[in-house]
Nanobody, 123 residues
Framework: QVQLVESGGGLVQAGGSLRLSCAASGSIFSINFMGWYRQVPGKQRELVATITNGGSTNYADSVKGRFTISRDNGKNTVYLPLQMNSLKPEDTAIYYC???????????????WGQGTQVTVSS
């Protein structure tokens, strides 16, 4: 099992910056893919950014050049920061991190989710 805990959301003015973080614990050795989604109530969930074990990143067109995802591997914890710069009111959403991993023994794929953190950008 992989557990995810997020932090770093809040209220910021347009043009400002925020840094979200997601701490993964548990069977971190089995993680093969991580990323961030965001969701506005009543709208479709949007994939924001992803990162592979090899460090390859991918971004939604709406955040390219403004957001940066990275991954820091600790001994017992993997950290997944999302640096968000030049924020816009349309970035307002609940942000969720996720981690894809394989269950030990069965090799079955699983996805764990963070609890979500609110980001609000005022105009």
């Amino acid at each position: 099992q992989v557990q995810l805990v997020e932090s770093g959301g809040g209220l910021v003015q347009a043009g400002g910056s925020l840094r979200l973080s997601c701490a993964a614990s548990g069977s971190i050795f089995s993680i093969n893919f991580m990323g961030w989604y965001r969701q506005v109530p009543g709208k479709q969930r949007e994939l924001v950014a992803t990162i592979t074990n090899g460090g390859s990143t991918n971004y939604a067109d709406s955040v390219k050049g403004r957001f940066t995802i990275s991954r820091d591997n600790g001994k017992n914890t993997v950290y997944l920061p999302l640096q968000m710069n030049s924020l816009k009111p349309e970035d307002t959403a609940i942000y969720y991190c996720f981690a894809d991993y394989r269950v030990s023994g069965t090799n079955s794929p699983r996805r764990s989710w963070g609890q979500g953190t609110q980001v609000t950008v005022s105009s």
